[in-house]
């Protein structure tokens, strides 16, 4: 049980509360931690979105009287989004973190399918660290200083500096706390903010961050948007003027910041260049910020979402009348159930100039009759058939070659399955398709570290290694210390061997690396 809990500070993420908490404690192995946060050892640790909130309040919610809804307002990135996803959505978000045990909040929210780079590091202010020192004697991690498009301190105007750790470190149950920063070298004077832009732009993601904004459809954002490039002088007649709207963005943030953002303007049709077209899809805030910031500077974010929530859906079928259409209907009818029988698809027919003509008469004046009479849809597959043989081959021949070059390897995790579905690097989920594939299926029966087999050879390894080195064979605790094992997760097969009496062995010199062949 716990009975003590720290206090969060406004704008601190989950995961550095977490972390302080851990401290406190003194628990230094994060599975343990877990497990008494959130009952299970499981849980992947993450700074943007954690997951798992109602678990956590059943640990910690009679010291911490906060909702799950209220720790994604206050210690998470989520609000960040909430204008530019649909409500529905949103509330789906918020429910999957607070009481799915597999959460898809990533993907909902359009983190991992943007373009968009968020740090690498966790990110932090010297001055504000120095403060906190002063202060508290600890630091914490700020949430909005690990967004991207941030790189200033609102406080102290300031640039912010990158630290060590990780922000999506390889042990994915790792606790870091803001403190650790003391092992760094910290400079003492920090570089000050030259660029006003950049104050002004985390200014504006701290209000998105604070101020709850209404949603805004895509066309809303359409017409919104087109009214402004009209104003200025970007939109005419002939459209919109793309390549002026591209110099005047590149000329206000330069190409370096839009590359750290992960929005630099490279290819053929850039990202600048269907944004200021029909909205079809959500753009995320920071695309959002950077055209508001550098074309339309004068307008606020408060004038923005008031202006652009005040228009009104419109609609985007249009209807066509004519005095004609029902005499003429049977006509164009039988010269379309021509065209059906000379052409095998609809693309066919409207690749000629006489179907391209009746097809859009009927379009327009027999809409319902011709849903009800086009061409079958041809069913293409190519591309979607899979050689699951030769790629069973493939797969197999990879996943042995990570066997060759890590079997003598004893600092290695513990060959599981998906230890070795990783290692191969494949994104299209080998674990789901193993019906279809039995060589991999053989490989992972056979080959695959039980936990005693992962144990065993640490165990045998230390001891040889004593052995041929002629030092004491180590105490019972040393070995386990050295394995990185615990009373709790020791198997029985290591345990006997490490109660054995190895008094009389004599020291001849061994291999440790033999010891992987079980």
């Known amino acids: 049980m716990i009975f003590q809990f720290p206090i969060p500070h406004d704008d601190e993420l989950l995961v550095s509360i977490l972390a302080r908490f851990i401290a406190r404690q003194g628990l230094r192995e994060d599975k343990a931690a877990l497990s008494l946060l959130f009952g299970s050892r499981n849980i992947v640790l993450s700074p943007l979105l954690q997951g798992h909130l109602s678990d956590l309040y059943r640990s910690v919610g009679r010291l911490w009287p906060i909702t799950p809804n209220e720790i994604l307002e206050k210690h998470s ?3 960040l989004f909430k204008s ?30 943007s373009s968009l780079v968020f740090p690498a590091c966790y990110r932090y ?24 498009g941030v790189c200033v301190c609102l406080q102290h105007h300031c640039m912010l500096m990158d630290s060590h750790f990780d922000l999506k470190p390889s042990r994915r149950h790792r606790f870091i706390e803001a403190s650790s920063l003391s092992d760094m070298s910290i400079p003492s004077a920090a570089e000050v903010c030259e660029k006003l832009i950049l104050v002004d732009m985390a200014r504006n993601i701290d209000q998105l961050l604070h101020q709850s904004f209404p949603y805004i459809s895509p066309d809303q954002w359409t017409v919104f ?54 909205h079809r899809k959500h753009f995320s805030y920071l695309h959002h910020l950077l055209c508001l910031q550098a074309l ?19 609609s985007t079928k249009r209807v066509y009348s004519s005095s004609q259409a029902d005499l003429r209907a049977p006509e164009y009818r039988a010269v379309w159930h021509d065209l059906k029988k000379e052409n095998a698809s609809l693309k066919d027919i409207r690749a000629t100039r006489e179907g391209a003509r009746v097809y859009s008469w009927l379009y ?112 019972i605790y040393e070995i386990e210390r050295l394995a990185g094992l615990s009373k709790k997760r020791i198997r029985n097969a290591a345990r006997r061997i490490i109660r054995e009496d190895f008094s009389m062995v004599s020291s001849p010199k061994l291999s440790a690396k033999k010891y992987r062949a079980y």
Not at 86 to 110: N, Q, T, V, W
Not at 443 to 454: A, D, L, P, Q
């Open 125 to 148: 202010c010297p001055i504000c660290f120095s403060e906190d020192i002063n202060q508290f004697a600890y630091s914490y991690w700020r949430r909005q200083f690990q967004l991207p």
């Open 364 to 475: 327009r004046f027999d809409n319902v009759w011709l849903k009800e009479n086009l061409p079958a849809p041809i069913k293409n597959n190519l591309g979607r058939v899979v050689d699951w043989k030769k790629r069973d081959l493939e797969v197999v021949r990879a996943l042995l070659k990570i066997r060759s070059n890590s079997f003598d390897e004893l600092s290695l995790p513990r060959m599981s399955q998906q230890w070795f579905i990783t290692q191969t690097k494949l994104r299209w989920g080998v674990d789901k398709h193993l019906s279809k594939l039995p060589l991999c299926r053989r490989f992972f029966i056979k080959y695959t570290e039980s936990v005693e087999e992962f144990q065993v050879p640490r165990v045998l390894a230390i001891i040889v290694n004593a052995i041929n080195f002629n030092e004491p064979i180590p105490k």
């Open 225 to 278: 948007y087109d009214a402004r490039l009209r104003e200025v002088g970007l939109k005419s007649a002939r459209g919109v003027e793309h390549h002026q709207v591209e110099n005047q963005l590149i000329q206000y943030w330069e190409k370096n910041f839009l590359a750290e953002c992960g929005l630099d303007l490279v290819g053929g049709v850039t990202w600048l260049q269907t944004f200021f077209r029909k």
């Open 84 to 113: 530019f996803v649909e409500p529905d959505r949103y509330a789906a978000i918020c429910s999957d973190l607070a009481f799915d045990s597999k959460s898809h909040s990533m993907l909902k929210a359009g983190i991992n399918a």
């Open 296 to 314: 339309f500077p004068n307008w606020k974010l408060n004038d923005v979402f008031s202006v652009a929530s005040s228009i009104r859906g419109q």
């Open 77 to 79: 990135t989520l609000p």
